[in-house]
């Protein structure tokens, strides 16, 4: 079982940065393949980045792609997302997940725990 927990969300203007972490309980999070999904009001969930349990595979949807960066501190059971040159359709509410197979997925269905979200908002 591994509990995630989101923190680092909040309002900042178009073009600034937020960085979010995912603290995660239990002594397995180092074999997980963490990701992160967004989603905003009437629109489905979307996988933002996804990393695999190493840390050495990375992907990234193509709207995030030069602007977030996903990292994992496994000493620290913690995920990152450095999110630069925000932009107002990034406004949603932010998720860590955590899937058991070690692998970077953007598939929601693939993933075994999640958190409960951090909301972003980005103002123009």
């Known amino acids: 079982q591994v509990r995630l927990v989101e923190s680092g969300g909040g309002l900042v203007q178009a073009g600034g940065s937020l960085r979010l972490s995912c603290a995660a309980s239990g002594r397995t999070f180092s074999s997980y393949g963490m990701g992160w999904f967004r989603q905003a009001p009437v629109k489905e969930r979307e996988c933002v980045a996804a990393?695999?349990?190493?840390?050495?595979?990375?992907v990234y949807a193509d709207s995030v792609k030069g602007r977030f960066t996903a990292s994992r501190d496994n000493a620290k059971n913690t995920l990152y997302l450095q999110m630069n040159s925000l932009k107002p359709e990034d406004t949603a509410n932010y998720y860590c997940a955590a899937n058991r197979g070690g692998t970077a997925s953007g598939t929601p269905g693939r993933y075994n725990y999640w958190g409960q979200g951090t909301q972003v908002t980005v103002s123009s």
């Open positions: 990393i695999t349990w190493s840390g050495g595979s990375r």
